[in-house]
Nanobody, 126 residues
Framework: MRLTESGGGSVQAGGSLRLSCTAS????????MGWFRHVLGKEREHVAS????????HVVDSVKGRFTISRDNGRNTLYLQMNRLKPEDTAVYYC????????????????????WGQGTQVTVSS
């Protein structure tokens, strides 16, 4: 399954962006998915996850109340709505498949697909 991220950009603090992740195959509908972000010099970190049918979601504390993850299985697309953006949200954002049980245990998920898309850059200025 190939994933393509889009929707990033440059915004001022307090602004909003909606990221999209489009999958190349309909197997997307059978996959729990997650958003990750990476800042150069730091480890890639998990941001949010969603179950295959969207009934379970999880976001990390640093974005809780500001970011919302959703999906449209008919369009093979994953979304991340980001509101009240902060400079510390600046990163390259990626999507990947995640283990479904991590949505129940709330433990940090790991990516299941061996390769990543090109990501989408989000830059938030103060």
């Amino acid at each position: 399954m190939r994933l393509t991220e889009s929707g990033g950009g440059s915004v001022q603090a307090g602004g909003s962006l909606r990221l999209s992740c489009t999958a190349s195959e309909p197997t997307f509908r059978n996959a729990s998915m997650g958003w990750f972000r990476h800042v150069l010099g730091k480890e890639r970190e998990h941001v949010a996850s969603i179950s295959l049918n969207g009934d379970l979601t999880h976001v990390v504390d640093s974005v809780k109340g500001r970011f919302t993850i959703s999906r449209d299985n008919g369009r093979n697309t994953l979304y991340l709505q980001m509101n009240r953006l902060k400079p510390e949200d600046t990163a390259v954002y990626y999507c990947n498949q995640v283990p479904p049980f991590t949505l129940v245990t709330k433990q940090p998920p790991w990516p299941l697909l061996p390769s990543w898309g090109q990501g989408t850059q989000v830059t938030v200025s103060s």
